[in-house]
């Protein structure tokens, strides 16, 4: 379920808020002043914010630069200032959107609707786009075919990549040297198995900072080899 805030100090207009949204099947909370709300903002994990500009502690538009600092998450600013250089200034410090009040709460369900699928669009096309496998302080990304151990870069051959990438993407099962040859060789040269040995070594002493125990890449005796998660 997606989570809201919002953050608006006239309680009647929050209440109203948060019934329509939660009438919508979201999960609310509100925060009735701006300290509370930016607290909130940067510590829980929202879907979406709605900000009013004008509020007790903290405006609107400082809950906006520090969170836009931090997240992604987005924004929409709700106002009863009229003029534009509001809806600029609050755009500029990267709202996604600007509501000038009174509006139905029709539309302000609307407006986080569209938003939200719009940013579920943009993070899958993000995530398709650059597959990263993380696990442990061990980082793949699929796509650039680069390898990160504890935040520094490791170099791997072709094979090493593939093999290593095979077996995280695979964890918990094991893997006979001959499944791994078959998957990863393919027909380049058949019959040397001991390859599967070589590669796996290589990659623990790149992967592992204990080869003698390793904490990836584990062998099950007389059967092959386990990715551990």
């Known amino acids: 379920m997606n989570k809201i805030l919002i953050v608006e100090d006239e309680e009647a207009i929050a209440d109203l808020e948060k019934d329509y949204l939660e009438l919508s099947g979201f999960e609310v909370e509100v925060a009735n002043d701006g300290q509370t709300g930016l607290d909130r903002a940067l510590d829980g994990e929202f879907n979406l914010l709605i900000l009013d500009l004008m509020l007790p502690g903290v ?132 019959g040397d198995i001991a390859t599967v040995t070589v590669h796996i070594k290589k990659i623990r002493e790149k992967i592992e900072m204990d080869t003698s125990n390793p904490q990836y890449i584990e062998t099950i005796w007389g059967v092959g080899y386990r990715f551990k998660m």
């Not at 709460?105 to 993070?123: D, G, N």
Request: with cysteine; proline share 3%; hydrophobic share 40%.
């Open 59 to 190: 405006d609107g538009f400082e809950i906006c630069r520090q969170v836009r600092a931090k997240k992604n998450t987005p924004i929409i600013m709700v106002s009863a200032k009229k003029d534009d250089i509001d809806k600029i200034r609050g755009l500029g410090l990267g709202a996604d959107d600007y509501m000038t009040k009174p509006f139905s709460p029709s539309e302000l369900v609307a407006r986080v609707k569209a938003h939200l699928a719009r940013y579920e669009r943009l993070v899958g096309s993000a995530a398709e786009a650059n597959k990263v496998i993380e696990i442990r302080g061990l980082k793949i990304d699929t796509t650039a075919r680069r390898v990160w151990v504890n935040g520094e870069e490791k170099n791997f051959t072709t094979k090493e990549f593939d093999l290593l990438t095979f077996l995280a993407s695979h964890p918990n099962h094991v893997y006979t040297k001959d499944e791994l040859f078959s998957e990863i060789w393919d027909m380049e040269s058949i």
